[in-house]
């Protein structure tokens, strides 16, 4: 067994340094669709994809004609008072120097942690993994690093297991893995 864990493609907020979570259901931007297309990526007998729209858009580029399940959970994290926002604008607020003083492990000002993301992400892998073989998971770049923090081995933390948009990792069933190609 194997799951294809893929960061969707490029958006405007991507583009912009901007904290886009679930709160915000915004498209590919071109030059993200033009990354992907004519780009080959492993072979998916089945795709599960996080509702927002960037990674059905990406999972349509990558697998046309595969069947894909939306998975809530795989959904990106709630960035709450941060949303929509990038480190330029948020200079000088207090909320945001905790955050950042916190190594990231305070929760969003009126959204969630990424403790309480990872352990949703996790719990929405573990209810998939034994459902199919050679799938692919569409989803954002923390959705494949909770995942790839808890299963991969060697182990490493969180920010070890970061992905550009296109990226990704193959993960096996004995929790080894390799890089999906850059696009």
């Not at 067994?1 to 931007?29: A, K, S």
């Not at 297309?37 to 509702?51: E, L, R």
């Amino acid at each position: 067994m194997r799951w294809l864990l893929i960061r969707h493609g490029q958006t405007q907020g991507n583009r912009e340094h901007r904290y886009i979570g679930c709160r915000t259901d915004e498209p590919l931007c071109p030059e993200g669709i033009a990354a992907l297309q004519g780009k080959t990526y492993p072979p998916a007998a089945k795709v599960y994809v996080s509702p927002l729209r960037r990674c059905q858009e990406t999972a349509a580029l990558l697998y046309p004609g595969v069947p894909a399940e939306i998975v809530d959970d795989f959904r990106e994290c709630d960035f709450g008072d941060f949303e929509n926002q990038n480190y330029a604008e948020l200079n000088g607020n207090a909320d945001y120097q905790a955050w950042i003083d916190s190594g990231g492990e305070r929760p969003f000002p009126h959204g969630e942690s990424r403790a309480q993301f990872a352990a949703r992400c996790v719990s929405a892998f573990e209810s998939i993994r034994e459902q199919a073989e050679d799938c692919a998971i569409i989803a954002h770049g923390g959705t494949v690093m909770a995942i790839m923090e808890k299963y991969a081995r060697p182990q490493g933390t969180y920010f070890d297991f970061q992905v550009k948009n296109g990226c990704g990792f193959t993960l096996f069933a004995d929790g080894s893995y390799e890089p999906i190609q850059k696009p």
